[in-house]
């Protein structure tokens, strides 16, 4: 992976194959394989969804914490203050 050899990702998987008494592992190689041009992306750029994922988990955190409570708009005020906040504090 950190060689940035996408192609050795089908060795790997022959490799991990032959070892049928790892239950978990053959569960991990069916998962890789199934979507293969997926991991071999991964494996070759330094592009990753992590700024988006981050933005969403606080998002739903927010709106976890005031369930059932408050309307849109205040869900929207509250993001937009600690956006706020977060920049003047980094």
């Given at each position: 992976m950190f060689s940035k050899k996408s192609d050795e990702i089908l060795i790997w998987?022959?490799?991990a194959c032959?070892?049928?008494n790892i239950s978990e592992l053959q569960s991990y190689v069916e998962g890789?394989?199934?979507d293969?041009?997926?991991v071999k992306?991964?494996?070759q750029y330094d592009?990753?969804?992590g700024l988006a994922e981050g933005s969403v988990t606080k998002i739903k955190l927010i709106k976890r914490v005031m369930y059932g409570r408050n309307?849109?708009?205040l869900l929207r005020a509250k993001v937009l203050l600690h956006e706020l906040?977060?920049?003047k504090i980094n």
């Open positions: 998987i022959q490799n032959k070892m049928q890789i394989s199934s293969l041009d997926a992306n991964a494996i592009y990753n969804n309307s849109f708009q906040l977060y920049d």
